[in-house]
């Protein structure tokens, strides 16, 4: 008989393994990542136990079941629409009693439950022993040790998920609250009840807890349900409100959450947790902390080891970066001698070549940066710079929560904006909100980084790491700034206080590290592969049609044809100079040169040439696109018949480019209009497209207003 799949959730705390175990089970390489916030919408997979089916969700990370953040509403959604067979709650053993908290309210919610105590190797080594038999005994629901980064204990959790479903009967527990909250409920809950009020999606007296927590989605929802019943509701529990708060000073949800605290309090100390070896009360972590988060040594480690990941990123990938750049070269030449001219032979080699080829070239760079950043985010030091970072983002009125949003989007560079803009549904203020929305995309994202690099190597090829430290301080800082700038204007209003939770050092295993390199690299590669391929087809065709009038191009043609007539000693000279003009004229005349050069009347005030104009327009439906278009403008008007300079050598020779301008174009890469994608992402977490044209905007006018100041005080100081 062929059943359907078993229904399974991991359900728990931020950071307590449920992906490492989720991949662990599917074999699937989901994003594992040592700080919280990582999983914002759930993962589905399917594996087989027991020759049994089971179909396996990866919940959000949560701390609790309120309707305070999206994730806990997703996860909650989830359970009460979904109704999983059963709910695997992962439980970090090193962090107990914080993650019986949640615990607490799926007991609440009476959802099948079974719980597996994850890190019990982390418990171990701080000298934390735990009675798993006492604790499945005091909280009604089995507990299986295991260790999911090893696979240990999984084989048992889920030959007891099995038997678990058979007795699938789980009556929600009932927690005291003490006896004003109690009173309470056993006047609501009848009430309730006996109106099916959302009976049949919420136990009736979670319903009512949730009531007198004053919690906005069920007391929306049991408006819409029976509008008379629910005031009459939340008339008893502003009476209790008033009463708590004349009382003991403090709200109903504070209360019941010291009562959840308390029945957890009480489930340890009744011999779960024992000390077997008395550690230092400073664990390892905090030992570490003490100095790297220390408010004066931790910036300058944090300085040192972001100019250690930079250099160790240029210095060691440029010889694969120049392998990959001759490869092309030898690539194009090849394909020059191969194919008849043409329009498609130009294509390829313009278009396709040129463009892709000059987006791939950085893979080594990119991939060495990828290393760099998993290294830090796996070992926890992420982590760690948001919590210095706070401090710092206080004073621009951003919040704590903004920090992991930066980092994501490219912070460290390399990076993208999307889940960056995504990331930044951990905020509750909406005006924090939009305010780390709409700078985020300043960061240097992975699309910047080839452009940075290839700017950089070419006007500034002594300082590479130093020019790439500089870039990133400057946009962090430009997007502090804007944020205040923000702040004090269209979002003004108070900032909300933030707790940053450190998760303990691990030791980042080789493993871990090459799975997140490559998945992010692999993106970049498959996006040069995709999208930009189109893109850059799309531009090369704009940049070669029209072609050149009739009457021109038979001009072009008598000026050859006299040249080679003549006797001239420098007659090949003589033919490539006018096959090069002829082709200047032809880019000059195509839909993108007019554009380009339509854009000069604005764009020379900050240097950009109409080629440099081209690129930059169509950076907007990818900033990697830049550098191919850069490198088709520059190839369309060849000048070398033998095809030998690379984008990089043609820019440092060609007359208009001088470290100036390459640095107004940098600028202006930096903070322009955010890509396409971005914008769209922006569009969808403001909840109105007024806010993505406010972005395309600003940015765009911003960029251009530094670029300006750059170039004419350059000029002027005649550094150009
Ligand atoms: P999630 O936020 O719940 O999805 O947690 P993750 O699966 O992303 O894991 C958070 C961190 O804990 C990662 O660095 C994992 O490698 C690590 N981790 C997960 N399970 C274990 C375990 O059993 N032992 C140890 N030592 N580390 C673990
Ligand atoms: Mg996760």
């Known amino acids: 008989m062929v059943s359907d799949p078993l229904h399974i959730t991991l359900a728990g705390n931020p950071n307590s393994g449920k992906t490492t175990l989720f991949n662990h089970l599917t074999g699937a390489r989901q994003h594992v990542g040592n700080y919280p916030g990582v999983t914002v ?41 979904e109704k999983p067979d059963l709910v695997i709650d992962i439980v970090d053993a090193s962090n107990l009693e914080r993650n019986l908290y949640l615990t607490c309210q799926f007991l609440e919610l009476g959802v099948p439950l079974i719980i597996a105590l994850n890190m019990v190797d982390v418990a171990e080594k701080r000298g934390i022993s735990i009675d798993t038999e006492k604790l499945s005994t005091l909280l009604g629901v089995p507990v299986i040790p295991i260790i999911a980064r090893s696979g240990q204990g999984v084989d048992a959790l889920f030959d007891n998920v099995l038997t678990g479903i058979r007795e699938n009967n789980h009556p929600p527990t009932l927690l005291r609250y003490g006896s004003d909250i109690d009173q309470a409920l056993s006047e609501i809950v009848p009430l309730i009840e006996q109106n099916n009020l959302l009976t049949d999606t919420y136990p009736a007296r979670w319903t009512g807890l949730k009531i007198l927590e004053n919690d906005d989605q069920i007391l929306d929802k049991a408006m819409l349900m029976d509008s008379d019943l629910t005031q009459q509701l939340v008339n ?254 269209v979002l003004k209003g108070e900032s909300t206080p933030f707790v940053m939770e450190l998760p303990p050092y691990r030791f980042p295993t080789m493993q871990g590290l090459l799975i997140h390199t490559w998945e992010r690299t692999w993106q970049y590669i498959k996006k040069a592969g995709t999208v930009i391929l189109g893109i850059s087809i799309l531009l090369w065709a704009m940049m070669t049609y029209p072609g050149l009038p009739a009457d021109k191009t038979a001009e072009f043609t008598a000026m050859r044809q006299q040249a080679a007539a003549s006797q001239s000693a420098e007659k090949a000279a003589e033919l490539l100079t006018i096959d090069s003009l002829e082709a200047e004229a032809g880019l000059r005349n195509s839909i993108a040169g007019r554009i ?58 060609d007359t208009h480019w001088n470290p100036v301008v390459a640095l107004s174009v940098l600028a202006f890469i930096m903070f322009y209009a955010p890509c396409f994608v971005t914008v769209v992402a922006i569009a969808n977490e403001a909840g109105s497209w007024k806010w993505a044209f406010f972005s395309m905007g600003f940015n765009t006018v911003f960029a251009l207003a530094m670029s300006v100041a750059i170039f004419q005080i350059g000029t002027l100081l005649g550094l150009g």
């Not at 089971?54 to 997703?74: H, M, N, Q, R």
């Not at 440099?612 to 490198?631: D, P, R, W």
């Open 236 to 489: 008893r529990s502003e009476i209790l409100t008033h009463h708590l708060r004349t009382t003991v000073d403090a709200y109903p949800e504070a209360v019941i959450a010291d009562h959840r605290y308390g029945f957890i309090k009480s489930i340890l100390r009744q011999g779960v947790i024992s000390r077997t070896f008395d550690v230092d009360r400073l664990y390892t972590s905090d030992k570490i902390d003490k100095v790297v988060t220390h408010r004066v040594l931790g910036p300058l480690i944090m300085a040192a080891i972001l100019f250690g990941l930079y250099s160790f990123t240029f210095n060691y990938s440029t010889f694969l970066v120049d392998g990959l750049g001759s490869f092309f070269d030898i690539l194009s030449s090849n394909v020059e001698t191969m194919l008849p001219d043409g329009p498609i032979k130009s294509m390829i080699i313009s278009g396709v070549i040129d463009g892709v080829g000059g987006v791939l070239g950085f893979v080594p760079i990119i991939m060495f940066m990828f290393f760099g950043i998993a290294v830090l985010e796996d070992s926890g030091y992420l982590a760690r710079v948001a919590f210095m970072m706070d401090r710092i983002f206080h004073f621009f009125g951003l919040h704590g929560s903004s920090v992991m949003p930066f980092i994501v989007s490219g912070g460290i560079a390399g990076g993208c904006a999307v889940p960056g803009v995504m990331a930044t549904r951990t905020l509750r203020s909406p005006k924090e909100r939009m305010a780390t929305l709409l700078t985020v995309p300043f960061m240097n994202c992975g699309a910047k980084l080839p452009v940075l690099t290839l700017l950089i190597g070419a006007f500034f090829s002594s300082h590479q790491a130093r020019y790439m430290f500089l870039a990133t301080v400057a946009a962090w800082l430009v997007a502090l700034l804007a944020a205040k700038f923000l702040r004090m204007t």
């Open 596 to 653: 380009g050069i339509a854009l000069e009347s604005v764009s020379r005030y900050a240097g950009f040439d109409w080629r440099t104009n081209i690129a930059l327009v169509g950076g907007f439906a990818a900033k990697e696109v830049i550098v191919s278009t850069l490198g088709t403008a520059y190839s369309l008007g060849e000048v070398d018949p033998e095809h030998t300079t690379s984008l990089k050598d043609r820019l440092t020779k």
């Open 41 to 81: 919408d759930k993962k589905e997979g399917i594996f087989t136990h027991k020759d049994k089916q089971i179909k396996i969700i990866d919940l959000p990370g949560t701390y609790s079941l309120t309707a305070y953040s999206v994730e806990e509403l997703v996860a909650r959604d989830y359970l009460v629409n």
